[in-house]
């Protein structure tokens, strides 16, 4: 059992900054391959961005690149998502993922493992 957990979350003004933290308890953190998602009320959980076992490959949906970077530090077991220029459609909860066996996270069938979630609210 990998246990995943986000922070970091919070409320900020139209144009602002923020980074999410995601903390992995594996032991073969090194291994996983990465992704984050999130979810607004009333929709789907979507795909916002992965990145590989060691950080040199990284995914993001159109609607975020650009703004989003997303990038680990395996020494620590820990994965982040640097948001820029946030907008109002960016408000959802945001959920850390994993893929024990390195395979690339791309839909919501992909990861093994889900954390609990951070609030993002973006106000105009």
């Known amino acids: 059992q990998v246990q995943l957990v986000e922070s970091g979350g919070g409320l900020v003004q139209a144009g602002g900054s923020l980074t999410l933290s995601c903390a992995a308890s594996g032991r073969t953190f090194s291994t996983y391959s990465m992704g984050w998602f999130r979810q607004a009320p009333g929709k789907e959980r979507e795909f916002v961005g992965a990145?590989?076992?060691?950080?040199?490959?990284?995914y993001y949906a159109d609607s975020v690149k650009v703004r989003f970077t997303i990038f680990r530090d395996n020494a620590k077991n820990t994965m982040s998502l640097q948001m820029n220029n946030l907008r109002p459609e960016d408000t959802a909860v945001y959920y850390c993922a994993a893929n024990e066996r390195g395979v690339r996270i791309t839909t919501t069938r992909d990861p093994d493992y889900w954390g609990q979630g951070t609030q993002v609210t973006v106000s105009s």
């Open positions: 990145i590989n076992w060691s950080g040199g490959r990284t």
